[in-house]
DNA sequence: TGACGGTGAGTAACCACTCACTCACCGGAC
DNA sequence: GTCCGGTGAGTGAGTGGTTACTCACCGTCA
């Protein structure tokens, strides 16, 4: 009941959550080295004083951000579950759409980025747990349609890279280096798809697409 | 003769140029902010203060890095000759060969991401003129093939962005993110441009330029 | 009372940048 | 040769401002 009552009023939790929700968007627009523990607690209407509090150092404040985030695990679930039904181009439709949806906030594709790029040690918090993973899953799945006959001989890991690299780096272009979209967002997912799986489609198999069984 | 003499020896220059190739590397590995004068003149064997007798500000030194490199025009000029033979194979080769070259220094790559990330208006000075030229250029190629009949209706722009994401991408990976690239780099862009050239590809036009049926 | 959320006013270190200065070298006058 | 004034490369020792971080202290509740 001690920590039902906490929870209940609980100004350390919300200010915790402020300042790492303000320092995540001020590292995401000017990285850590750009950002001065002044402007977090200022974004946070708070004191300098009082982000030390909280956090013992300015770096325990960016792991802090990483370690609230799980971008990733409920796509996968997502698309594990369409993956079983082999509909491909609900599979590759699904991740180009999570990937480059309209209002998705770049703060997090941002502060990847600046992480890689500012090469400390939070980076691979980031990166190597929750991508490599999906990057792995989407290999797994071309791999399975190779061996099912529905997809050319291709490497799998190269493929799942490619696909997501198309994506990823329209997003890049477009939330990095404000590069305008210049078509709706369905027809981009779309155009992709269909290029990707065209592609990667046997001849054969591209006429009645996703009903192959062959085991 | 006075100039002459001067070119003849010009530690001016060299000294220059060293100030900026050690500068380039050193933003290209910690960033703009992440990088002190103090660090720039000690890796180019000079003190602090002669960075300022050769550059006004620590800015100006960033703007010379840029102004110096000039990356992507003697591959337009390959890829303009290649492209009048029509082999497609052959131009996008050329493209995704060059940008996932083995030995490529990835000081340019990085900074690029740096400058875009920091968001100062340097950013443009290296991406807008020569990446979107690039963009655009593959686009008008890819238009032209399929006012052929060599291509597949699909927006032009949006094929070469996917290309050259699925290329750009993969080096993103190798060389900011450090994943290993575990298949030979011949194999590599054989894979890129196959998967590509197949999905872009109209069916019947690899065999004959005759009518096909649409979808 | 005293624990707790919160702060103003620091501190030492570091930042980009400046300045007064040294020194090697040069062409020319003697 | 040697003295000379001029020049430009180069530097040690700063400058004021900013940084991450600290600490004594305050008001407010249980």
């Avoid at 150092?57 to 960016?62: C, D, E, G, V």
């Avoid at 181009?89 to 703060?107: C, K, S």
Wanted: proline fraction near 4%.
């Amino acid at each position: 009941m001690k920590a039902a009552a906490a929870l209940a009023r609980t100004p350390g939790r919300d200010r915790q959550a402020s300042l790492i929700s303000s320092a995540a968007s001020l590292f995401a627009a000017k990285g850590f080295n750009g950002t001065t523990t002044k402007e977090i607690a200022k974004a946070a209407g708070v004191s300098e004083a009082l982000v030390f509090k909280y956090f013992p150092t300015k770096r325990a404040l960016y792991a802090a951000i990483l370690a609230e985030k799980a971008p990733l695990s409920e796509l996968l679930n997502a698309v594990e579950a369409v993956a079983r039904t082999r509909d491909d181009h609900r599979v590759f439709t699904l991740i180009a759409g999570y990937r480059i949806r309209p209002g998705a906030d770049p703060t997090m594709l941002r502060l990847l980025l600046f992480s890689a790029l500012e090469g400390h040690e939070l980076a691979d918090m980031f990166f190597g747990k929750q991508h490599r993973v999906f990057y792995d899953y989407l290999a797994g799945y071309i791999r399975t349609r190779i061996d099912e006959g529905a997809f050319r001989r291709i490497d799998p890991l190269l493929a799942a890279r490619a696909f997501i690299g198309m994506v990823v780096h329209h997003r890049l272009l477009h939330e990095i280096f404000e590069v305008p979209l210049h078509c709706p967002h369905k027809d981009i997912v779309r155009t992709y798809v269909e290029l990707f799986l065209k592609g990667l489609q046997r001849p054969a198999a591209a006429k009645k697409r996703g009903l192959t069984r062959v085991r």
